[in-house]
């Protein structure tokens, strides 16, 4: 089962049928929205649509296995698995329940929204960010940026991990946030923009 994160933000007419979802003209510049795929930014508002149909529409509920979502949005379920994911990664949506297993890597945590957040809250380093593994393109650009990392490119990071399988020898990789760490701290100390050996870092 799927939530939306903020729901009455994205919600118009909640007691009419149909219910009317809310696009708001503040998603053009909001970055997490922006830094999404083009399959993340399709499908979100396609998931607010899936929502109104919850018999509480005032819900965020959205009680479809991935397979109904992929007919209903008639896009591959890889397609939508994928996106999800990112989805949940910026916290736009949350998994629970039923869905929260096939969705999860092992090492991957879900948190929880309580009803004292706000939509006002700001953006933190969470333990469920550092556990996605492997993180999207988008989350590591995001993570360099609000961190003012230079010396190498969220591109170059990416897929060194992705091509040895997000590993350090035979261990997968638990903390990715630590490696980004990792490879500024070699950088410094070779002065060669380059980390010299990946593989030896301690995870």
């Not at 999800?84 to 949350?94: P, R, S």
């Not at 957040?117 to 960010?129: G, L, V």
């Amino acid at each position: 089962m799927i939530r939306v994160k903020n729901w009455s933000k994205f919600q118009s007419y909640k007691d009419r049928r149909p219910p009317w979802i809310r696009f708001h003209r503040t998603m053009l510049d909001d970055y997490n929205y922006q830094s999404m795929s083009v399959d993340s930014r399709a499908l979100l508002p396609m998931l607010w649509l899936l929502a109104c149909e919850d018999k509480d529409p005032t819900s965020g509920l959205i009680q479809l296995e991935i397979k109904a979502i992929s007919f209903r949005i008639r896009q591959p379920e890889k397609t939508i698995t994928k996106c999800i994911k990112e989805l949940q990664a910026v916290d736009f949506i949350e998994c629970i329940e039923s869905v929260t297993k096939p969705l999860q890597d092992s090492n991957e945590t879900v948190t929880t929204e309580t009803e004292t957040e706000t939509e006002t809250e700001t953006e933190t380093e969470t333990k469920a960010d550092r556990n996605i593994i492997p993180p999207p393109l988008t989350l590591v650009e995001k993570y360099l940026l609000d961190k003012n990392i230079t010396s190498f490119t969220a591109e170059k990071f990416f897929n060194h991990y992705q091509a040895i399988d997000w590993k350090r020898g035979n261990n997968k990789i638990k903390d990715w946030q630590a490696c980004v760490r990792t490879w500024v701290g070699n950088n410094k100390e070779t002065r060669s923009g380059e980390p010299k050996t990946y593989e030896a870092f301690p995870v």
